[in-house]
């Protein structure tokens, strides 16, 4: 029993760590006049102490909240050639987390998401098999369509609706 209220106690700390990392707005993000390189150092610390703590019992929802962080902290403190690397640890959790729980629809989501736009990690057939089982739970996000429409574009699979024809039109102003 006291084990149990432990890694309750454990938990809870972890997700509050957790949701300062994950905070755009959060103590981590790179605002005016803020140490930039105090901030990274402190937020990569962090996030290698959550990710220590979490080792031994880890959760999708855990998983995910670890990709988001690291995410972030690509986003605002790395540069240049460092960026795969990084962007390669977030992929990879994002793929432990859908490996502990295969519907779990924002990593799926993220993990597309980061498939399309990040050149380092691109992988199309991937991120579009993704959409398509989003699509299938019919828990595609309306702000992906874009995205999805640049990958299929990208791979070579774009659809072109016969009503976007517009050879046959008139260039003159309708105004008269």
Known sequence: M?????????????L?????LTSG???????????????????LNEIRRVEKAVQAYTTARFEYELAIALRNYTAWYVRGEKRKKSLEEVV?????????????HDAKCELARIQ?????????????K??????????????MSSLVQKAKRWSGDSEIPDDNDFSEMDPSPAVF
């Open 2 to 14: 006291i084990f149990h209220f432990l890694d309750a106690v454990k938990q809870r700390n972890v």
């Open 16 to 20: 509050e760590s957790l949701s300062r």
């Open 25 to 43: 707005l959060g103590q981590y993000s790179p605002t005016p006049g803020s140490d930039l390189e105090r901030n990274a150092s402190e937020m």
């Open 92 to 104: 990879a959790h994002l793929v432990r987390s859908l490996s502990l729980d295969s519907k779990h």
């Open 116 to 128: 399309i736009d990040e050149k380092q990690v691109r992988n199309l057939p991937n991120a579009l």
């Open 130 to 143: 993704l959409v398509s089982e989003l699509k299938e739970d019919e828990a595609l996000p309306d702000w």
